[in-house]
């Protein structure tokens, strides 16, 4: 095995080239290629938008249609060892596939964000088709892997990783940790917008865990004053009059520097039934720039995130919202709650995850797996089980 801190190399000894391919190119996308960038990989970008960090690649390519997207993928191909595709659209991955095929040199990773089989409850074409020829797969969480390995009879190699801020985001967001605090809290994060458009009407039918101001009003009713930090202007626009301070949307690393002025991260969502399976089994991109910023979580109504704050110690759960009462209760364990923080924004950093990609990238390639320091392997043991663990330090 190579140490922990060699680069993986392909067949012919030279490190790995990646190409990282995204519709929208969003945050998540951005961690996983910071991180593999700071260990010196090469990453090239192939995008239909032009987002946040993407001056962070080696190259960047942008298309407007499928037949860019091939012409770029036939000219360059050769070039890379790992495609890795972050989803959504799906149809991205048979894209892929249609140019490079069954190829021994280089491999397809098609790393799921969100999956429709579980958002809508039906599979659609694309998503069967980009299982049927992605060589591995990247999960977001521990319940979307087993139900959907299982749906889709999944063989092929695959794994979790959640979306950790980069050692680079905890370092850039400066937080005072002596300050008192008012007693608010902030929600970051898309929310329906509250008029009667015909795009807005259809937005919230699609995803009505993010029909948020009602659950917003309630807490103000309750005596809390709510910071938003909407990710949409629509919801900004017209969410005025519900009595959240409201913020419109914010480039990134200015959003997580602001955040941490407040002194409670709200991460709950429309599902006080459990209906929302989106929100029931994932884990709220929220909680980590919450996590990032230094504030202990308010988790309700999103059962896979409150376990993840139970299991860390980062906040409190709640049942209801009537639990969350106006937040004099938690007082008490409130330092308790920050000083598990402080400790866990150390560990909970893509840099200590990034071996599984970089592993998982070796499995498929056939070449050389590298090994992991004690440290590194309890924590992977912890956040993701001893079985998952051990199956990216082995070549079966």
Known sequence: MKNYNEMITNKQG?????????????IRTYRFSETLKSLGYKVDLLTGMISYGS??????????????????????????DVIEIHNEPDYMVSWVNDVIGDSDTTKIVYNIHDIESIRRNFIPIDEQKAFNVADGIVYVSEPIQRITNKLHKVTVPNMIVYNYPTLQMIENTKVDWDIKKENNMVYEGGVNALDDSHESTEIRKLFPYRNLFPIFMKLIEQGNEVHVFAGNATAYNTGQSTGCIL??????????????????????????????????????????????AGLPALACWCEETE????????????????????????????????ESIKNKRKELVFS???????????????????????????????????????SLLTKE
Not at 55 to 80: C, G, I, M, P, R
Not at 251 to 261: C, D, G, P, S, V
């Open 14 to 26: 030279k490190p790995l080239t990646i190409l990282t391919v995204g519709r929208h190119s969003c």
């Open 55 to 80: 001056e962070v690649y080696d190259e960047v390519a942008f298309y407007h249609n499928e037949t860019q997207f091939k012409n770029f993928l036939y000219n360059s191909k050769d070039k890379y």
């Open 247 to 292: 913020y419109p949307p914010t480039i990134f690393h200015e959003l997580l520097n602001k955040m941490t002025q407040f002194k409670y991260n709200l991460l709950t969502f429309n599902n006080e039934y459990g209906t929302e399976n989106q929100v029931n089994y994932t884990t709220a991109n929220k909680m980590w720039d919450g996590l990032c």
């Open 307 to 338: 376990k993840y704050v139970k299991k860390h110690n980062i906040g409190w759960t709640f049942e209801n919202l009537i639990d969350i009462g106006n937040c004099s209760q938690l007082e008490e364990t409130y330092n308790e709650k920050i």
């Open 352 to 390: 200590n995850q990034i071996w599984k990609t970089e592993n998982m990238y070796a499995k498929l390639l056939g070449v050389e797996l590298k090994g992991i320091p004690d440290y590194i392997r309890d924590l992977n043991i912890f956040e993701y089980g001893e079985k998952e663990t051990n």
